[in-house]
């Protein structure tokens, strides 16, 4: 299970992290991916970045300039770093593992309850 943790509420051009603690398992199990989604209001999902079981990054394109994804396997959490963040970033942000089930296959199949954050104008 996973659980999102941050802020509710943040202000145009600040920066955004948001926290996603693992509940059971670890980061480094081969074939996990722990990724960031997110879902702006009357929009679909947007799947903004992952950091994979062995600590390699992947970014949207869209996003790449202002995301990071950070990690702290000890504590089993991973952090999603957004940067100059304007209204358009309001939205419920998810974290999600998924799964490599065989090369090219991929399921998600835990994700956290998600959590709300507005940005201010």
């Known amino acids: 299970h996973l659980q999102e943790s941050g802020p509710g509420l943040v202000k145009t051009s600040q920066s955004l992290s948001l926290t996603c603690t693992v509940l059971g398992g670890s980061l480094t199990t081969s074939d996990y991916y722990w990724t960031w989604i997110r879902q702006s209001p009357g929009k679909g999902l947007e799947w903004m970045g992952a950091i994979s079981y062995n600590g390699d990054t992947y970014y949207s394109p869209t996003l790449k300039n202002r995301t990071s994804i950070s990690r702290d396997t000890s504590k089993k959490l991973f952090t999603l770093h957004l940067t100059s963040v304007t209204p358009q970033d309001t939205a419920v942000y998810y974290c999600?593992?998924?799964?490599?089930?065989?090369?090219?296959?991929?399921?998600?199949?835990?994700w956290g309850q998600g959590t709300q954050v507005t940005v201010s104008s």
């Open positions: 999600a593992k998924e799964t490599r089930i065989v090369e090219g296959l991929y399921e998600y199949d835990d």
